[in-house]
C-alpha cells in the first residue's frame, strides 16, 4: 500500500504525521528525515570561538560541523582544498615549464635564442617561489 504526502514548506508530511525534509542530490530527490533532537554542551568562551573558526573553514554550520564531528564523519577544510589545487596547478606549471626546457635541452639549444631559454628558466623559478608558501599552508594544516 502506497503511503499518502502532503507536500508543506520544507518537506512533506506523510499520514503518521512525520515530517521530512526532502533534498535534491545529484538529480534525485532523496528523503532527509527532520532532525527534531537538540543537543545541548557547555563549552567556554574560547573553545566557542574555535569551534565556529574550524566550521567557517569547512564551509559548514556550526550545528552541521558538531554533527559531522560526533557521527565520525569525514570533514575536509575549504582551506586544505584551495591549498591542494594550487599546489596541484603549479605542479602542472612547472612539468610545462619542464617539458619545454628538456626539448630545449634535446635540440641542443638550436634554433633557441638564449633569451627564451633565460624565460624559461625565470618561469621555473618563479613558480618555485609561489610553491613554497602553498606547502608551508599544507605543512601547518598537518
Do not use: C
Amino acid at each position: 500500500m502506497v503511503q499518502a504526502h502532503t507536500v508543506v514548506p520544507g518537506g512533506v508530511l506523510n499520514k503518521a504525521g512525520d515530517s521530512h525534509r526532502i533534498e535534491k542530490r545529484r538529480g534525485f530527490l532523496m528523503k532527509k528525515d527532520k532532525r527534531e533532537i537538540t543537543l545541548k554542551s557547555y563549552v567556554t568562551k574560547k573553545e566557542y570561538s574555535q569551534i565556529k573558526q574550524l566550521a567557517k573553514q569547512t564551509g559548514f554550520s556550526v550545528s552541521e560541523y558538531m554533527r559531522r564531528i560526533l557521527t565520525g564523519q569525514r570533514i575536509e577544510s575549504r582551506l586544505d582544498q584551495e591549498a591542494f589545487l594550487s599546489a596541484l596547478k603549479l605542479n602542472a606549471d612547472l612539468g610545462r615549464l619542464g617539458g619545454l626546457f628538456k626539448y630545449y635541452l634535446a635540440q641542443r639549444f638550436k634554433n633557441v635564442p638564449p633569451a627564451e631559454i633565460r624565460k624559461v628558466l625565470d618561469d621555473i623559478e618563479d613558480r618555485q617561489r609561489q610553491l613554497k608558501p602553498v606547502i608551508s599552508k599544507i605543512r601547518d594544516m598537518m
